[in-house]
T-cell receptor, first 116, second 113 residues
Framework: DTEVTQTPKHLVMGMTNKKSLKCEQH?????MYWYKQKAKKPPELMFV???????INESVPSRFSPECPNSSLLNLHLHALQPEDSALYLC???????????????FGPGTRLLVL | QKEVEQNSGPLSVPEGAIASLNCTYS??????FFWYRQYSGKSPELIMS????GDKEDGRFTAQLNKASQYVSLLIRDSQPSDSATYLC?????????????FGKGTKLSVKP
């Protein structure tokens, strides 16, 4: 089973709202990722967690706040977003962060976010 | 040179033909490669990973890696209309932070019935 789940599937929020995206995997993976994808563009890495600790922050604005409560769950807290933040937000997981080879990443179905 | 380059297409092939998708990479990309398929509005789905020089086959799909030429390809045999999607080539990043997948811009494939 290589399933990563994400909720909600769709989200509409105003620029003053606070919302959270959730991601869950039960594959025993120890690395989890958040990506942002705009239309007709490849996914852009935002954050990487390894063993529940933040490993990579790709200079993401502070209005995006990740959280990894346990090894199966990953949240992305959103606050004071801008319309240009509207995109597909993808969660992914991999077995680990291998030192020699890039581990296979499995993507969830994504959350389509619209900021008004 | 961009780290991972793909021809954005669109690539159009008739049903039943072989579709050939190509990707080149720079020295900054480690030699672990992945092909993802992405249908419009959906998330990327892993088709195949390849780490070693040569060919790797899985059903109608064959991935080829040529490290000397810094070239990776995906062949789809007996193409079906359901294969119409954007195909993303991705590699790992050498040095730096582990966990970075470097994506090409994707090639849009259209299989005509």
């Amino acid at each position: 089973d290589t399933e990563v789940t994400q909720t909600p599937k769709h989200l509409v929020m105003g620029m003053t709202n606070k919302k959270s995206l959730k991601c869950e995997q039960h594959m025993g993976h120890r690395a989890m990722y958040w990506y942002k994808q705009k239309a007709k563009k490849p996914p852009e890495l935002m954050f990487v967690y390894s063993y529940e600790k933040l490993s990579i922050n790709e200079s993401v604005p502070s209005r995006f706040s990740p959280e990894c409560p346990n090894s199966s769950l990953l949240n992305l807290h959103l606050h004071a977003l801008q319309p240009e933040d509207s995109a597909l937000y993808l969660c992914a997981s991999s077995q680990d962060l291998d030192s020699l080879y890039q581990e296979t990443q499995y993507f969830g179905p994504g959350t389509r976010l619209l900021v008004l | 040179q961009k780290e991972v380059e793909q021809n954005s297409g669109p690539l159009s092939v008739p049903e039943g033909a072989i579709a050939s998708l190509n990707c080149t990479y720079s020295d900054r990309v480690s030699q672990s490669f992945f092909w993802y398929r992405q249908y419009s509005g959906k998330s990327p789905e892993l088709i195949m990973s390849i780490y070693s020089n040569g060919d790797k086959e899985d059903g109608r799909f064959t991935a080829q890696l040529n490290k000397a030429s810094q070239y990776v390809s995906l062949l789809i045999r007996d193409s079906q209309p359901s294969d119409s999607a954007t195909y993303l080539c991705a590699g790992g990043r050498y040095g730096g932070s582990q966990g970075n997948l470097i994506f090409g811009k994707g090639t849009k494939l259209s299989v005509k019935p």
